[in-house]
């Protein structure tokens, strides 16, 4: 690494710094008023199938079960246990059919339209603005950290220049993009509240589109947790507690009071 400092142009400043920084905030802008404009009123409101919320909720119910089964009576953990366990009648015993990508296109039509909007409102206007500035803002150094950093940060923030002698602590205009692409949200949280686009929640739909909720099977889930619940070895949490809360009750009471 060279232990000289760099000193940088001016113009830098006013023609890469300043004009970088504009196009970003107007590219945000923009894709915020256009996602507005294509929101759906009552997206909001999707439709929801009841069996598919039944079962989760049952789920969710029986975890919560499993995981506090020693603050409750025994009999009354056999309840629950047989409640969603009983053969031919239990919750858990009954099949259940997941839903395939087109049954589910066909029962949710906003679907689709909700998948093109994110793509056209997420996707494409991130690939132009980097190809924008790949084109006019691609290789220069706009600054440098005032802390140091390890090698392992050059890739990040020396994107566009390949230089093995520059000081990891200098970053480019291309490390300068994606920093403000995912670190400007807290200001347009300050303009919009909570109607406010997340690149990290745009990216991670994106990326798990297709999966996810599509790809669950309930009736796998349903042996899995009947298993579970058949497995339960139950441990009171609750024996002795009356003759602890005496004891601290006698305890408390044998202090003497502190007289101020």
């Known amino acids: 690494m060279t232990s000289e400092e760099l000193v940088l142009d001016r113009k830098v400043r006013d023609w890469v710094v300043i004009p970088l920084t504009l196009c970003i905030l107007l590219m945000m802008l923009l894709r915020q008023y256009v996602s507005k404009m294509l929101a759906n009123p009552g997206s909001s409101q999707q439709s929801v199938d009841i069996k598919e919320l ?7 119910r029986s975890q919560l079960m499993r ?5 409750i009576p025994a009999f009354a953990v056999q309840q629950r246990r047989n409640f969603f366990t009983a053969k031919d009648v239990g919750v858990f015993s009954k099949k259940s059919e997941a839903k395939g990508v087109q049954e589910q296109l066909m029962t949710n039509p906003d679907m689709m339209q909700n998948m093109m909007k994110q793509q056209l409102t997420g996707l494409v206007p991130q690939i132009a603005m980097g190809a924008f500035v790949n084109y006019f803002f691609s290789g220069f150094i706009m600054g440098k950290i005032p802390f140091p950093l390890s090698p392992s940060f050059r890739l990040m923030l020396q994107r566009g220049i390949d230089l093995p002698s520059l000081d990891v602590t200098y970053f480019t205009s291309l490390s300068y993009y994606m920093l403000l692409l995912f670190g400007l949200r807290g200001v347009m949280s300050l303009m919009f509240k909570e109607d406010t686009i997340d690149e990290a929640s745009i990216q991670k739909q994106q990326m798990t589109m297709g999966m996810g909720q599509m790809g669950q099977d309930p009736q796998k889930a349903f042996e899995q947790e009947r298993a579970a619940l058949d497995a339960i070895e ?3 949490r609750l024996d002795g507690i009356h003759e602890l809360a005496a004891e601290t009750l006698q305890t408390g009471l044998r202090k003497p009071p502190k007289i101020k």
Request: no cysteine; proline share 0%.
């Open 67 to 71: 995981a506090n089964a020693g603050y």
């Open 234 to 236: 139950y441990v009171s």
């Open 54 to 60: 039944r079962e989760k909720q049952a789920l969710a």
